[in-house]
């Protein structure tokens, strides 16, 4: 096995600038910050002070949001939570986006600030790169002087009681979870055997499936202390200091053994060391890894600590970490399916009142890709939309609109389109719902609108697969790549014109185009030859190309052949459905948002076709 150094820094060095800064601190800023007390307030708070449109001036940090009241006479601070449409309703609000605590310029904190303590902490530096240099052997523990402690959350079970069954659909990991809760209860039963468990579980998968949850459920089944950490969480700014936590986090664990040792985002911390060189690499990430892998390698089967680890791009894991004996398990949380959908859907929604006819099937349906955490947020949204309307009853309006608003952003309210432009974009929306229509094995229009989005979508069409798909066929490929240019052509067939609304779906047709060509198979001229390789599948999927230059020029002018027939076609179908073209883009001009029925009835009502 190989031998891991374990990291010895100067941290007295550390401890003196710290002690300095925490001198300062004390004397000149807090007796400051003193006088204006930021109040800290839950989140909920928060929210009401903006639907009060009692906000001040706020300012959004990673760790902390802060706030001040209208009148500017208060400051408050509050968690920060995943709220992606925060921005937009605080704007709405008429909140000023800005810096709450501007230390008042007293001439003696400016002077410290900007002068003394940049050389304080260059001499600092200076001193901890000589001694690094020298290689010096002499430094103390960090942990002696409570610094590099993990600052690792426990979780007593019976306040954290997450149980499998509050995780919805993943059917797959969690019987293979249940193993370790299992093991966790009776250990003797696999010993007797001979078995011992894995000593680390990969949970992966696409962020917001429910991998935090079902880690923390195997502690809540379990019935066992929970340790968590985010991977992030380790790499700190001083070096030396991430190996410590490692050290620090795995005592602790094995003093409350069993327990769970819950790492997200492992990514962080495990991904490859780079092989040798100057400066290539970071130093303070490999130490910590290091320091993980004898951790790991040192504590016997036994133990009964079991590390669950969270990652969304496993292929960036250095292999050290999945060898047998460490991460050598792998169990995929994977989006959820037509029916997981509906299961966290209800799941969630009980924490509201619904009305009885919500129908969660459809509602499922319409999130086709949505994962567990996106399931969550459009049951928040849709709560809060009623809350918005006076209602305390969500129904099924809500829910509609705010799948819509996840996946599309606000309604905007004051967008002034021209009346041009508003017949430009009905001409455009009817385009796609018509092509698509009018092509078999397309997916259903579901809604047709153009109300302006905040996301800068003029208007969109809504297609609703009417089950989950795995499989597609070359045709329907084809077939949506017409639809994706069937914007674009109803442009050219009713103008003679066109216009930048077709950005985005010039980006999805191509994207399609490319995937049919270098990664399903589905030309003539490459036959069964990838041409590209997927690297981040569970974020965005960007791939890289594995071809010569002289191929991806052929792959490109494949590419633009593909794409180029589609639009014919396109336009072709619109050219002989001219009328329909005009009577729906006309209907939806004046309605502004149309149903996929009221779209069919008039489509399917009169003569040609
Ligand atoms: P991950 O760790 O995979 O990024 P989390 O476990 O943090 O995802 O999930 C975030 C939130 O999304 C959870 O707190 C929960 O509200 C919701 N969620 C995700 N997956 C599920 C699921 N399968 N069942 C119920 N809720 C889920
Ligand atoms: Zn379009």
């Given at each position: ?6 990291p ?27 006088q ?9 708070t ?56 501007e ?10 600030l ?25 430094g103390k ?70 991998k ?12 066992v ?17 991430g190996a ?18 819950f ?32 951790e ?32 050598d ?5 994977e ?22 006819d ?8 319409m999130?086709a ?9 459009i ?14 009853i969500?129904?099924?309006?809500d829910?509609?609109?705010?799948i ?14 021209s009346d ?30 153009i ?11 809504m ?57 399903y ?67 939806l ?21």
């Amino acid at each position: 096995m190989k031998e891991v150094k374990s990291p010895r820094k100067p941290l007295l060095y550390y401890y003196c600038i710290v002690l300095l800064i925490i001198f300062l601190f004390n004397i000149l800023v807090t007796p400051l910050l003193s006088q204006n007390q930021v109040v800290e307030v839950d989140y909920g708070t928060f929210m009401d002070m903006i639907d009060q449109q009692d906000i001040g001036v706020v300012q959004i940090e990673d760790t902390q949001i802060l706030f001040t009241n209208k009148e500017e006479t208060q400051a408050y601070k509050t968690g920060p939570m995943e709220d992606p449409t925060l921005a937009e309703r605080l704007h709405d609000a008429g909140a000023q986006f800005g810096r709450i605590i501007e230390e008042p310029t007293s001439s003696l904190l400016g002077w410290f600030l900007t002068i003394i303590l940049p050389i304080l902490i260059f001499i600092g530096l200076g001193q901890y790169m000589s001694r690094k240099l020298m290689n010096q052997a002499g430094g103390k523990n960090a942990l002696s002087f409570g610094m590099g402690r993990s600052n690792a959350k426990v979780y007593v079970p019976s306040t954290q009681g997450i149980r499998f069954s509050d995780v919805a659909g993943e059917d797959e990991a969690k019987e293979s979870l249940q193993e370790i809760v299992d093991y966790l209860h009776n250990p003797q039963k696999y010993t007797e055997a001979g078995a011992s468990m894995p000593k680390g579980i990969l949970l992966v998968g696409p962020p917001g499936t429910g991998k935090t949850m079902l880690a923390k459920a195997v502690a809540g089944e379990a019935n066992v202390p929970f340790f968590s950490i985010s991977g992030s969480e380790f790499v700190e700014m001083f070096v030396g200091m991430g190996a410590s936590k490692v050290r620090d986090l795995f005592k602790q664990a094995k003093e409350k053994a069993p327990c769970i040792v819950f790492i997200d985002e492992i990514d962080a911390i495990g991904q490859k060391r780079s092989t040798g060189g100057y400066g290539g690499g970071n130093d303070e990430r490999e130490q910590t890894l290091n320091q993980l892998l004898t951790e790991m390698d040192g504590f016997e089967g036994n133990t009964r600590v079991i590390i669950l680890a969270a990652t969304n791009r496993p292929e960036s894991l250095d292999p050290a970490l999945t060898r047998p004996g460490r991460f050598d398990r792998r169990v995929p949380v994977e989006l959820s399916d037509l029916q997981g959908r509906e299961a966290i859907l209800k799941g969630h929604a009980k924490k509201i009142k619904t009305a009885e006819d919500v129908d969660f099937h459809t509602i499922a349906r319409m999130a086709a890709g949505a994962s567990g955490a996106e399931l969550a947020n459009i049951i928040n949204e849709a709560a809060l939309r009623a809350v918005r309307g006076g209602r305390t009853i969500v129904n099924e309006a809500d829910l509609e609109e705010s799948i819509e608003v996840v996946i599309a952003g606000y309604q905007k309210k004051n967008a002034v389109l021209s009346d041009q432009e508003k017949r430009v974009v009905a001409y455009h929306e009817i385009g796609h719902a018509l092509v698509a229509a009018l092509q078999s094995h397309s997916a259903p229009v579901q809604k047709i609108t153009i109300i302006p989005r905040t996301s800068g979508a003029l208007g969109y069409t809504m297609q609703v697969e009417t089950g989950d798909k795995y499989l597609m066929t070359k045709e329907e490929i084809e077939n949506k790549i017409a639809t994706f240019t069937g914007g674009r052509a109803a442009e050219e067939v009713a103008f003679g014109q066109i216009t930048t609304g077709a950005s985005n779906d010039i980006e999805q047709a191509t994207k399609l185009a490319r995937a049919m060509i270098t990664r399903y198979g589905m030309s003539e001229e490459f036959d069964m030859v990838a041409m590209e390789t997927v690297q981040n599948q569970y974020l965005g999927g960007d791939s890289s190309l594995t071809c010569s230059a002289d191929t991806q020029k052929e792959i490109d002018q494949k590419v633009v052949e593909l794409v180029k027939t589609q639009h014919e076609k396109a336009r072709k179908l619109l050219e002989d459905n001219r009328a329909k073209l005009d009577e729906l883009a006309s209907f939806l001009y004046e309605k502004e948002t149309i149903t996929g029925e009221e779209f069919m009835e008039i489509l399917k009502g009169g003569a040609q076709q």
